[in-house]
Every structure is written in C-alpha cells, then in structure tokens.
C-alpha cells in the first residue's frame, strides 16, 4: 500500500518544497520512501489577489 503526503502553500516558492524535504528525509529516516510519496503543491498565487499578501515583519 503506497500513501501520499501533499505539502502547500500560498506560492509554491519555498515553504511547500522545503516542507516536502523535509518530510522526504523523515520518511527516508524510518525507511518508509517505497510507502510514501510525498509531494509540494500550491494552493493559490499570492500575487493574483492583494488579499493574500502577508505583511513583512
């Protein structure tokens, strides 16, 4: 049986990937990479709505 993990987020540019090797690395650390696949993904495009945009701190 295989499962997949799906990482997102707002643009896909950095936190959805990092979240994914992250993720890979845990799973290759139990040695479970033939069970899971783990994969980034995004959910919106933060530039196409102001709405979306998240301040600087």
Known sequence: MTFT???MC???ICRSP????IM??????????RQVVVNPAVAGI???DPRLDVPDP
């Open 5 to 7: 993990v799906t990482t």
């Open 10 to 12: 707002l643009g896909n």
């Open 18 to 21: 990092m979240a994914e090797a």
């Open 24 to 33: 890979r690395a845990r799973v290759d650390d139990v040695d479970l990479s």
């Open 46 to 48: 933060p530039d196409a």
